[in-house]
C-alpha cells in the first residue's frame, strides 16, 4: 500500500475527511474500458476526488459517510440522451398506431388539449422518479415550458439538459418559431448557470421547421455555444413528404443549411444512405439511436453497425413513454446491442463495454460535457449508480459488465448518486414522494381519459 492518495487541490488535513466514501466490489470507469475489483470512489464537494484500492481508501480516508458494496458493480450514472419527460403522462394511449396516425391523431390532439406548465412540471416529476430508478442521472430533453421541466428536475435531484423546442405552428407554449425561440432563450437566461440545468436548441424535425427558423437556430446556437437537437430520418412517410416538399432527403437540406458539424445531434436516424453515414462523418455529428421506439412505432431499424464504422458518436435515448413506453436506458443498451449482432450476424458488433460507454461518457461527449460527466474520474462530478450482482438471476458472475448490459435490468439498480448526493439507497427513493407522485398520476390520467371520452381532435 505505498499509493499516495490523490488529493486534488484540497489541503490535505481536510481531505482525510471527505464527504463520502464508497468501497465497492466492483468499480467500471468507462474511460479505457477499465474494471477495477476492491475499489473506493471518495467524494467531496460533490466531485470525484480520488479512486484507489479499498484497503488503502480506509486506512487514509475517515469520511463522514461510507457506503459499502460488497456485491456490487459501481458505474457511471446513465444518460438519456433524447426524451419528452412530461409524455410520461401520455404511457399507453396510443400503443400499436403507426407512427403519424400516433402523432397526428391521438398524440398532437392530446397534448393540445392537455399541455400546460402543470402537465410539464408533473409529468417531467414522474419521469424523472422512473428515470433515477434505473439508474439514469442526466437526460437531455425536447418539450414545452421548460421552466417547469427544470423545476422537475431540480427537485428531484437529477440533471436536465433542457430543449429551446421550435415548431412553426401554434401550440399552447407558443404562437409561432420566433415566439418558441423568444420564450426558450428566457428559460435558458433564468436557468443555465444552476449546475443541475443545462440547454439545446432543439428544432423539432427537418418537416416541422422551416429554412428560416433553422438560420435562426445556427446562429443562437453559435451564440450560446449549444448543440443542436433534432428528429432525423425517423421514417419513410417523414423522408417522402420532405422530398415532395423540399426536392431532397432531410440531411441534405440541413447540409445545404449549414446545420451539419460537432453541435449536431440527430435523433433516431433510421433510414439512412451510405452517403449519408459518410456525410455525417464528414461534418463530425452525433447520433441518438432510440431502439425501443422505432420498433414500437414501426420505424425500422438504425444501422448502428455501419454508423459505428463509419466512427460517429452515438449515444442512447428512450424517446418518450408514450412510444417506449419505459424511460429505461439499460434495456436500451441490450435492445440496441442484440439488434446490431442480429441485424448484421455478427455477435462480436457493439460489445457489452461499447454499450455502457455510449449510455455514459460518449453521451457526455455528444453535449460537450465529458470533463465533467460520463466515466468515474477524479474531477468529474459523483454521478454514479450501482447494481447488485449477488441476486439468482445474476449468479454466477464472470463478466460484471456484461451482466450489466445482457443480464441486469432497472429493477437491480440499488444505489444512485447525483454530484455526491443519494437519490436511490437500497433501492428506494430519496427526494420523491411516491404516494403523492402516484396520486397525481390518477389525476392526469383521469384527464387524458376524459380527453379521449370527447374523441379530442386538432
Known sequence: MSRKPHVASIAPESARHPDLVIHARYLAQVENDNLLEHYSV???RGRILDILPSALAREYYQAKECVELDEHLLFPGLINLHTHAAMSLLRGVADDLPMMRWLKERIWPLESALVSHEFTHDGTRLACAEMLKGG???FNDMYFFPDAAATAAVEAGMRAILG????????NYASDAADYLHKGVESFERWHAHPLIGFCLAPHAPYSV???????????????????HTHLHENHDEIREHLETYGCRPLYRLKRLGVLGPQFIGVHATHLLPDEIETLAEYGCNLVHCPASNLKLGCGIAPLADVRRAGIHVGLGT?????????????????????????NQDAGLCAAWEMLRMATLEAAIILGREESLGSITVGKWADMAAIRLDTLSLLPCYHPVSHLVYGAGREDVSH????????????????IDVTHLKNIARLWQNRVVSCLKMDVRL
Not at 444512485?416 to 427526494?431: H, I, Q
Open 164 to 171: 429551446i423546442t421550435v415548431l412553426e405552428f401554434s401550440g
Open 319 to 343: 424517446d418518450s413513454a408514450a412510444s417506449n413506453n419505459r424511460l429505461d436506458i439499460l434495456a436500451e443498451t441490450r435492445l440496441a446491442s442484440l439488434l446490431a449482432k442480429g441485424v
Open 210 to 228: 422551416s429554412d428560416t427558423t433553422f438560420e435562426r437556430i445556427q446562429t443562437l446556437a453559435a451564440q450560446l455555444a449549444l448543440p443542436i
Open 416 to 431: 444512485v448518486w447525483v454530484g455526491g448526493e443519494a437519490r436511490v439507497f437500497d433501492k428506494v427513493p430519496l427526494n
Open 136 to 138: 439514469v442521472t442526466t
Open 42 to 44: 471518495v467524494v467531496q
